[in-house]
């Protein structure tokens, strides 16, 4: 004599495993690593030195364009004057920082500065510039303080 929920049990357990293999496979794409060819940890540094190509990348000299900077990052600010930033070319709102001279300069523009005007925060808020590529930025703005001797800060 069979039991009347036989049938229900087998159709129930069937439809389970097939969410299981739905569900997995759904996992498993959403864990695949991107399409570029490369193992996921390929590119990652784990135990804290840098890998080959990491070397290759910091060794090769790095040409850095104030105005593409100026353009992508602080024109967003100093065209409009937002927290207090002097306009590009304005030389009277610059005249008491340029005062301050250009290591002055550059170490608030990289690091950031609150003053009675407003603000600057570090690197424009845009932390993955470069530090040379801030400075870069502040002497298109300002060509004046091109001084390379005081940026050895």
Partial sequence: MTKPNSSFSNDFSMVLGILVVIASGVFMSACKPSGDGTDAGSAEVVTGSATAPAEAAASAPVTVDGA????????????LGINGAPNLGDKAAWSARLAQ???????????????????????????????????????????????TAERSE
């Fill in 68 to 79: 593409e900077t100026y353009k992508a990052a602080c024109s967003a600010c100093h065209r």
């Fill in 101 to 147: 001279g250009a290591a002055t300069l550059h170490r608030h523009a990289i690091e950031g500065y609150q003053g009675a005007n407003g603000f600057m925060p570090a690197k424009g808020g845009r932390v993955e510039l470069s530090d040379e590529a801030v400075i870069a930025a502040l002497e298109y703005m300002l060509p004046e303080i091109t001084v």
